[in-house]
């Protein structure tokens, strides 16, 4: 009975945290800053389209109104669980930790980097990821700290399955606004099951679902601890946030697929400005 | 003063001028430069500083950023054909509030910043297109904001802005088109002044 109710608030706190997925790709799209960009030269409002800059560039959403629905309850969510949660936790854990487990979440995501460096035919990423990987969870200590990048300027390189496929020229397909998961498309959701096969987590605890949405969990929570104000900020500026977020998430994918090399557009940052853990 | 040296003196002032603005012509960066920097001047003049003193900073700011960003060429990018068919008192109206907008996201973003110098990163040219890439450096993390620009008869104006990796017009562009299909121009306006209202 009881292991019965812990189950139970488990499940909602995975709820809760999977919302975080949209705040974290926008702030990862926040974060990256100046890497090869798409052309942004080639527009032309005024073409035969009419008032298309960029005319190709139109998302594809025939799904809109259950992704407007789907956008409303996780506004929701946000605001009447997300937020209080949050803001709970970013009092009782001091933003050292926050950072510190912000980088072991990260550190232990790193198969999945690697793979799909590997997959992506970027073999000097891949190295990266790996040098990060060991460097970090030796001299990181597990992976808390973020030596890597600052005594060996080894900054993180990004890679999923959906960016692998974009790379080599899937289509981003229908666009999706999922419960709790936030912005994606058909191509990012297909990706990101392929990659939960390769994060370690689940080959830890036996395909145990609950152990799974905790740590799932955990790690959300904590990342939307070390970037709050995304959503609302994206909110305060939109006059249809629906929308906005759609874009948004569009324009951060494209730079991830055609801006790779350079990229930098991993999803939380991993170190605060001074560099300091101790 | 003799009158070779007044001419040398002339001379020399003359083609000072002539140079920085030829210089200024043909470097978007060298343009877009001394606009910043003047935002950035009153953003850090305690004079203006504070909540009290939004309006007043804001309508300094704003005669700065007048100079090089062509606020018309963004509202026709962001409204496309609708814009064609607009009466010239509407688009008047629209251009204001879009910069009323642009203005608050824009201005505002900097503002947060406190000031800090910008770095410029890079600069593309393509024909009568430039993009100048800058970052203002912050405490936890840098704000990336690229600037759209087209040459004017010899400026290179701003058109349009991607902060944080997020093109602006392209955004407002599709936000705008989805309003207007569940809603009229005057619709569009409204919604435009309340989402301005709520900076305030």
């Known amino acids: 009975m009881n292991g019965f109710v812990i189950k139970r608030i488990l499940l909602v706190f995975s709820l809760i945290c999977l919302v975080t997925g949209g705040a974290q790709y926008c702030s990862a799209a926040t974060e990256a800053g100046s890497m090869e960009e798409p052309d942004w030269l080639d527009d032309d409002p005024f073409g035969d389209e009419g008032g298309n800059v960029g005319g190709a560039e139109t998302v594809f959403d025939p799904l809109e109104p259950m992704n407007r629905f789907f956008f409303e309850f996780n506004d929701n969510l946000y605001y009447l669980i997300l937020k209080p949660v949050n803001r709970f936790y970013s009092i009782v854990v001091p933003r050292e930790f926050r950072t510190c487990?912000?980088?072991?979440?990260?550190?232990?995501?790193?198969?999945?980097?690697?793979?799909?460096?590997?997959?992506?035919?970027?073999?000097?990423?891949?190295?990266?990821?790996?040098?990060?990987?060991?460097?970090?969870?030796?001299?990181?200590?597990?992976?808390?700290?973020d030596v890597a990048s600052q005594e060996f300027g080894l900054k993180p390189r990004p890679g999923d399955l959906g960016q692998t496929l974009g790379v080599w020229g899937v289509g981003e397909g229908a666009y999706l606004c999922l419960p709790v998961f936030g912005p994606s498309n058909l191509r990012d959701i297909v990706g990101f099951a392929g990659d939960s096969y390769m994060h370690p987590v689940g080959h830890f605890n036996d395909g145990n679902m609950v152990a799974n949405i905790a740590f799932y969990t955990g790690r959300q929570v904590n990342n939307l601890s070390l970037n709050p104000n995304v959503y609302e900020e994206l909110k305060s500026y939109a006059l249809d946030p629906y929308v906005s977020m759609r874009e948004a998430y569009f324009d951060y994918r494209v730079k991830l697929i055609s801006g790779d090399q350079a990229a930098d557009g991993h999803p939380q940052p991993l170190m605060d400005q001074e560099g300091k853990y101790e | 003063m003799n009158n070779r040296q007044r001419i040398t003196v002339l001379t020399c002032a003359i083609v000072f001028s002539l140079v920085s603005v030829v210089w200024a012509v043909t470097s978007p960066t060298g343009q877009l430069k001394p606009t910043l920097q003047s935002i950035i001047d009153v953003i850090i003049d305690d004079s203006f500083k504070g909540e009290g003193r939004k309006n007043v900073r804001r309508q300094k700011i704003m005669a700065h950023v007048d100079k090089g960003f062509d606020f018309e060429e963004m509202s026709r990018r962001v409204l496309g054909r609708t814009w064609l068919d607009l009466s010239a008192v509407d688009q008047g109206r629209f251009i204001e509030q879009f910069t009323k907008l642009l203005e608050n996201v824009y201005i505002g973003k900097l503002e947060a910043y406190g000031g800090e110098q910008i770095q410029y990163l890079d600069e593309k040219i393509k024909g009568d297109r430039a993009m100048v890439t800058t970052i203002v450096p912050g405490q936890t993390k840098g704000l990336p904001v690229n600037y759209i620009m087209i040459d004017k008869?010899?400026?290179?104006?701003?058109?349009?802005?991607?902060?944080?990796?997020?093109?602006?017009?392209?955004n407002y562009r599709e936000q705008f088109k989805s309003i207007l299909?569940?809603?009229?121009?005057?619709?569009?306006?409204?919604?435009?002044?309340?989402?301005?209202?709520?900076f305030q």
Do not use: C, H
């Open chain 2, 153 to 170: 008869g010899g400026d290179w104006m701003v058109y349009d802005l991607k902060i944080e990796g997020i093109g602006l017009i392209k």
């Open chain 1, 101 to 145: 487990f912000g980088n072991f979440f990260y550190n232990l995501a790193s198969p999945i980097r690697l793979v799909n460096n590997l997959l992506q035919g970027d073999f000097v990423d891949a190295g990266a990821v790996l040098s990060r990987f060991v460097i970090n969870s030796t001299l990181g200590v597990y992976g808390f700290g």
């Open chain 2, 181 to 198: 299909k569940r809603n009229d121009f005057q619709g569009l306006i409204k919604e435009l002044e309340k989402k301005n209202k709520s």
